[in-house]
């Protein structure tokens, strides 16, 4: 078995790709142990990490019920705000005790999804997206800069029939598209012409053969993938969801043979172990890799996020996704499918799109890794990572064909990630041109 390396103009980042973050802070130890904020007795709330708020957040429905409306983590203060409409004393009693900080809310979770269906009904208008904020605990509804005249009326006029203590209208500079053309850099050659995506997480497929996750508009583009622009084929969707609820596919490599590491290469030689998936929670710090744009950081803002892009294939209609995570995480195109993550190795979701630039800023949805995982049957990982770390020392050969990086591509002097990282990657579907880098964000081993 080779080990092949990848040449550094794969490895390098696009420009601006190393901007956020101060991008090596990812791979700091975590200084933020949890921490018990008083006795069972008292019950007051405890300082958590973000995987520990998760995994509270993921428990209280059962503990809470219909009186359950959403939860955030509150950065500043390390706790888990739980919402609660009218709650039961000793559910709530329960939350406390498991540490989170109850929080007398007005709008039920029914109430705000009731308010979702009444926007699905009368307002799915290209170029506007709807997500939950526990923080408000409103629906908030925000308009890209494509919704004028009759159509900005006609939802301006929904919005406030649902009331201003349940849904908030605020307008975006952008215009809401898929982000084609970022993890690693794949290619697809159609008839249309040159496609880019970048692949999100190895997982290992319900037949235990190795595969990739990425944007389900992309596996809708093409069948089959290169991890070159020019290159052969090296994996075929298998399953592809978009629009609807979702946007993700699962792509095989068609090499049965080929190692699949679990890990996200965040650039200059360094990878983020990919340990579990997890659901996002609103208020913890995300970080996104792509191969246009590289490493960047932000928030998650919203959670069950509808957003109705305009339709590739019909100017007049509309392609509707359900169920994604909002953030305040820039992207750009050739980003799309690329990883989000956490600081501690979650994988949290796949880039889907948004508006706005790494220059300006903007919204990005995501669709949940772990609803893809459940549709596709697939697990995270490539099963067997034993020594995985070991092996990506190996090998120095130029000019290897992997997806993602392995350690052995060595240090990315961040200066030349503009010259090392350009690598044309012809016409994204929705997105304009794109001859952006190819950077690689989940290694592929033969």
Known sequence: MSHKRIPKRKAAMAAGGVVALGAAAILLPQANASQDGGSPATAAPKTLRATDASDLASRLPGLLGDTFAGSYWDSGSKQLVVNVVNGDDTAVARVEQAGGKVREVANSLATLKTGAQTLKADATIPGTAWAVDPRTNKIVVTADSTVTGSAWNRLESTVDGLGAARATLKKSAGTFKTFVSGGDAIFSQTDAGGVRCSLGFNVTAGDGTPAFLTAGHCGVAADQWSDSQTGQPIATVDQATFPGVGDFSLVKYDDAATEAPSEVNVGNGQTVQIVQAEEATVGTQVFRMGSTTGLNDGTVTGLDATVNFQSETDPSGVDTVTG???????????????????????????????????????????????????????????????????????????????????????????????????????????????????????????
């Open 324 to 446: 994604l995570i909002q953030t305040d995480v820039c992207a750009e195109p050739g980003d799309s499918g690329g990883s989000l993550f956490t600081r501690e190795g979650g994988a949290i979701g796949l880039t889907s799109g948004g508006s706005g630039d790494c220059t300006q800023g903007g919204e990005t949805f995501f669709q949940p890794v772990t609803t893809a995982l459940a549709a596709t049957g697939a697990t995270l990982g490539a099963g067997d990572q034993a020594g995985g770390a070991g092996d990506q020392q190996g090998g120095a050969e130029e000019g290897g064909d992997s997806i993602g990086g392995d350690a052995s591509a060595g240090a990315v002097d961040p200066s030349q990630a503009a010259g090392d990282g350009q690598e044309g990657a012809g016409t994204e579907t929705g997105a304009g041109t794109e001859t952006g880098s190819g950077h690689h964000s989940s290694g592929r081993r033969h």
